[in-house]
């Protein structure tokens, strides 16, 4: 799963380009950090764990008719493409070792600001990432963040298929 900072970044983004959504700021944020906010992440993620997200699952016990629920939703929608469509290979230790080395970046670029129940769970380390490059995380951010999350759904909804297996597609 990515870090809390990606999740906040891209959050931070979509609102800035969603103006018209009139989201509660505070609730969406809080949408957004919500699933990994608990030990055993299958519980949250709709399926075995965070890196199988499955959104179709999500959407059959959710609707996005709230702040909560649509942050949540991009939430799960970053997991789900994370896995499926950015990267090839994961290694968690590694991985995780890398959100702590974009963290400080990607807070200064897209102006992030930490809610205070995660404050102590987010690192920042220095040097260059060994999966991930800030590249892939920026273009990660700028795509995810352009997305409709309504038509998302609706695509989601219609063919719940297409979004429960898992595939390795390079960058969108």
């Known amino acids: 799963m990515p870090g809390y900072v990606i999740h906040l970044a891209i959050a931070?983004?979509?609102?800035?380009?969603?103006s018209d959504k009139?989201?509660?700021?505070?609730?969406?944020?809080?949408?957004?950090?919500?699933p990994d906010g608990v030990k055993?992440?299958?519980l949250t993620h709709y399926g075995p764990k965070s890196s199988k997200s499955n959104i179709a699952e999500y959407l059959k016990v959710n609707n996005i008719d709230n702040s909560f629920n649509r942050g949540?939703?991009?939430?799960?929608?970053?997991?789900?493409?994370?896995?499926?469509r950015?990267?090839?290979?994961?290694?968690?230790?590694i991985m995780h070792n890398d959100f702590d080395l974009t963290n400080r970046h990607l807070m200064n670029k897209?102006?992030?600001t930490l809610p205070e129940k995660i404050r102590g769970?987010?690192?920042?380390?220095?040097?260059?990432?060994?999966?991930?490059?800030?590249?892939?995380?920026?273009?990660?951010?700028?795509?995810?963040?352009?997305?409709?999350?309504?038509?998302v759904a609706e695509e989601v909804r219609k063919s719940p298929e297409k979004w429960t297996r898992m595939r390795k597609l390079k960058h969108v």
Do not use: M
Not at 12 to 18: A, C, G, S, T, V
Not at 86 to 93: D, F, L, P, S, V
């Open 12 to 18: 931070e983004e979509y609102l800035r380009k969603h």
């Open 22 to 34: 009139k989201e509660n700021y505070e609730e969406f944020i809080n949408g957004v950090i919500e």
């Open 40 to 42: 055993d992440k299958s």
């Open 72 to 84: 949540y939703f991009l939430h799960l929608l970053t997991d789900y493409l994370f896995y499926n």
């Open 86 to 93: 950015y990267i090839e290979k994961t290694a968690k230790e």
């Open 110 to 112: 897209y102006k992030v």
């Open 121 to 151: 769970k987010v690192y920042f380390k220095e040097g260059e990432p060994q999966l991930i490059s800030f590249e892939l995380v920026e273009k990660l951010i700028d795509d995810v963040s352009d997305l409709n999350i309504d038509k």
